[in-house]
């Protein structure tokens, strides 16, 4: 059974760079296929995907955020962390950490979903 | 980007109804198109992926279809669980992007 867990600081100030981790189990990014991703939820917005790595370490972003998100693998093939620069008030949600899961298309190409999801970390910028 | 829009924004409904959401792309997806069920206080849940295909372990009356650019989900026989919002995702080309949610609340 896979499940993800964040961690990291709950409350940073504006200019500082967010650091989140995911632990996760049921799974390791050492296996082929396999990714993990960060999605966020401003509070009574919509949801918004933030970044993918892959087992490959081949790493996606939000074209909006490239310039300020950094996705890595952690200490492990069970860790994996995302840095964001320059934080804001605008960057307050929920960060979720997310399972990668892929399907094939009509056209014989990876399409990604997210399963599981983690439960969550808000993380409030505020000076 | 592709931009994913749903309708409603949100709706009323009673236990025991039939409701349906709708997700239209801003072009043509084919089927990478997935939903996701989000409850207040939970981590969102994966409902459908590949528009129609039920992920495991969720209860037969959800299901989804759809191709191109526009795709609905239905809930038949509302259970007091399945209040909660709803968004749609496309997977088909990068950035991957969410609709706007629609909320399912108690009429």
């Known amino acids: 059974q896979i499940s993800l867990k964040e961690s990291g600081h709950t409350l940073v100030k504006p200019t500082q760079t967010l650091t989140l981790t995911c632990d996760f189990s049921g799974f390791s990014l050492g296996t082929n296929s396999e990714g993990v991703g960060w999605i966020r939820q401003p509070p009574g917005k919509a949801l918004e995907w933030l970044a993918l790595i892959y087992w490959d370490d081949d790493k996606r972003y939000s074209p909006s955020l490239q310039s300020r998100l950094t996705i890595t693998k952690g200490t492990s093939d069970n860790q994996v962390v995302l840095k964001m620069t320059n934080m804001d008030p605008v960057d307050t949600a929920t960060y979720y950490c997310?399972?990668?899961?892929?399907?094939?298309?009509?056209?014989?190409?990876?399409?990604?979903?997210?399963?599981?999801w983690g439960q969550g970390i808000l993380v409030t910028v505020s000076s | 980007d592709i931009q994913m829009t749903q309708s409603p924004s949100s709706l009323s409904a009673s236990v025991g109804d039939t409701v349906t959401i709708t997700c239209r792309a801003s072009q043509s997806i084919s089927t990478s198109l997935n939903w996701y069920q989000h409850s207040p206080g939970k981590a969102p849940n994966l409902l459908i992926y590949?528009?129609?295909r039920l992920q495991s372990g969720v209860p037969s009356r959800f299901s989804g279809s759809g191709s191109g650019t526009d795709f609905t989900l239905t809930i038949s026989s509302l259970q007091p669980e399945d209040f909660a919002t709803y968004y749609c995702q496309q997977s088909f080309s990068p950035p991957i992007t969410f609709g706007p949610g629609t909320k399912v609340d108690i009429k």
């Open positions: 590949s528009a129609s």
């Open positions: 997310v399972h990668r899961r892929y399907f094939y298309d009509n056209f014989g190409r990876a399409r990604d979903f997210f399963d599981p």
